[in-house]
């Protein structure tokens, strides 16, 4: 780069990316300039782009160990620190995956529109570009137009109408002359017609693929979101359906993840690759269509180093100035000493004052916007635009792509954990019988079926039989049940309950866990109130 570029400076990630590897797929290293048409270039954003690949294949290996040994180790889920545990385990997986996930989508977000800004940036600028070329060219082809043709019309009737006066007749062909003189400088002006045409067709296409690249991220940033809060739902509500869902969801994300990662990255890579000389690749795809010189003048627009172009554009202009003045004085004293005695030559001369005057406001547009400061201007926004904010937008979405790909790891090595757990509290629920009272399921089916029949429970016979002293219980024998049939009752409620050195009372004794005067008012019911309320006892 020049030394004379002072105004634009690539910022630090830029020079940063430039001096990531550059390979083709033959693993051959290349230079690091940018040049987009050649093939080993373009294999060299492609290996970056393998790269991902290759690092997706090493993250579904990885999982798939993961869940290869979860399926074949399996550890003893009845201890109850254990399961406590991978409890713990499996809430705070999730508590990382959703914050991972949230962290991911909102710097998605901020870097979708940091490359969005830089990009609109760009074709605006490129716009803005084309608009000033194409007024130069449609103010050039104005001019010499009219100088053709109208000036010639009229120079060609006037001198029908003079041919009696010879020094009526020279006027006019030195005003000829000076005719030929300005479309002589109009024809040294560039032609920006192939320029405009290339930068139209460039901005066109820009805007069209970075509207459905914004699109494809928004709402890739939306299915990330919405995944994981699903997830979490799933995890919150034990849902297997949701789960399995929400898995099968992970993995394509986790797949969309490392493919928008490695499209990223080759694209920040290549446009780092321009950004770091981006004179120098301007100047080589414009050497076949106009001047170096030109090109130069506007790319650095310097004041103070001399360049051809801009002499050549000054001293064009001035002649152009020159001959315009020339002409209108000419054309003046026509109007003054010839139409007296040529009545009918007065609406010519008016016609090519008219003229005149259009080219002298067209030669002032075209001095403006010849000048090196708006062009310039539109080429440093639109460096600024895509180095600055253009680049440092996708390496947000990098690192978007990398902590998604983090979040839905860990979601999917969370999710398998948190379905052994509900498929064991659902197996422990079929082991235990259907008639045990303390069971949960039981619980649950009591109360669902409490409307159809009104159950007795023991306190409220208690409450209706009234005090303790009014009943008259016959006298109860303490059963010899053998000492293994009392064992295994006991076992059944829970194994050390603190009346168990009591013995159970044949089938119609009340559970361990009835405190003394419980199981005296109990005992005090007489044969036929526990034959009447005994089923009740066994629901």
């Known amino acids: 780069m020049s030394s004379a570029r002072v105004d634009y400076i690539a910022p630090w990630w830029t020079y940063w990316l430039h001096q990531f590897p550059h390979v083709n797929l033959r693993f051959q290293p290349l230079d690091h300039t940018f ?61 990382a995956a959703g914050l991972i ?12 529109s940091e490359t969005n800004d830089g990009v609109y940036q760009l074709t605006y600028s490129l716009y803005n570009a084309n608009h000033t070329l194409a007024g130069v060219d449609s103010l050039v082809t104005g001019t010499m137009g009219g100088m053709q043709s109208g000036l010639n019309e009229h120079l060609s009737r006037l001198g029908e109408i003079f041919a009696a006066r010879g020094d009526f007749v020279q006027t006019l062909q030195f005003m000829q002359q000076m005719s030929d003189n300005i479309i002589k400088q109009l024809l040294g002006l560039p032609d920006w017609e192939k320029a405009k045409v290339d930068l139209a067709a460039i901005a066109d296409q820009t805007a069209y693929v970075e509207y459905y690249r914004w699109l494809t991220y928004l709402l890739i940033l939306i299915l990330d979101l919405i995944i ?16 399995t869902t929400m898995m099968v969801f992970g993995v394509l994300t986790l797949i969309l993840s490392w493919a928008s990662l490695g499209a990223d990255m080759a694209t920040a890579v290549g446009t780092s690759d321009f950004c770091v000389a981006p004179d120098k690749f301007l100047m080589n795809q414009t050497k076949d269509v106009i001047s170096s010189d030109i090109v130069h003048y506007y790319l650095y627009c310097s004041q103070t180093l001399p360049n051809p172009f801009q002499q050549f554009v000054l001293q064009s202009l001035t002649v152009f100035q020159r001959s315009l003045t020339t002409m209108q004085i000419q054309i003046q004293g026509l109007l003054q000493f010839a139409v007296p005695l040529f009545p009918t030559a007065e609406r010519d001369l008016l016609s090519i004052q008219h003229l005149l005057n259009n080219s002298e406001a067209s030669l002032h547009q075209l001095t403006a916007l010849l000048d090196c400061r708006g062009l310039n201007k539109d080429y440093l926004d639109a460096l600024i635009g895509v180095c600055y904010d253009g680049v440092e937008g996708l390496l947000y979405l990098c ?40 069971n949960p399921q039981s619980r649950r089916i009591t109360s669902h079926h409490s409307h159809q029949g009104n159950m007795h429970s023991f306190c409220s016979y208690s409450s209706s039989m009234g ?9 109860q024998a303490v059963s010899n049940a053998p000492l293994s049939e009392y064992m295994n009752q006991s076992a059944l409620f829970g194994g050390n309950p603190r009346y168990e050195n009591v013995p159970l009372i044949g089938r119609g004794s009340p559970p361990p866990s009835y405190s003394p005067t419980m199981r005296a008012t109990y005992l005090s019911m007489t044969k036929d109130q526990i034959r009447h309320f005994g089923e009740d006892f066994r629901a």
């Open 399 to 438: 690192l978007f792509s990398l902590l998604a790909a983090c979040a839905f790891s860990v979601m999917l090595c969370a999710i398998p954990r948190a379905w052994r757990q509900i498929a064991n509290r659902d197996r422990d629920y079929d082991d235990i019988d259907d008639g045990d009272p303390f």
């Open 35 to 95: 040049k987009p048409q050649e093939e080993n270039y373009q294999q060299s954003l492609i290996f970056l782009g393998c790269v991902a690949a290759a690092g997706l294949g090493v993250n579904l290996l990885g999982l798939a160990i993961y869940l290869s040994c979860l399926c074949c180790c399996r550890k003893d889920e009845e201890e109850e620190e254990s399961k406590k545990s991978n409890s713990c385990c499996v809430t705070w997986a999730a508590v």
């Open 228 to 243: 994981c809060l699903a997830a979490c739902l799933g995890l919150a509500k034990q849902s297997r359906w949701l789960l």
């Open 467 to 475: 005090s303790q002293t009014s009943l008259h219980p016959p006298t």
């Open 101 to 112: 996930c949230c962290v991911a989508v909102g710097v998605g977000f901020y870097g979708n």
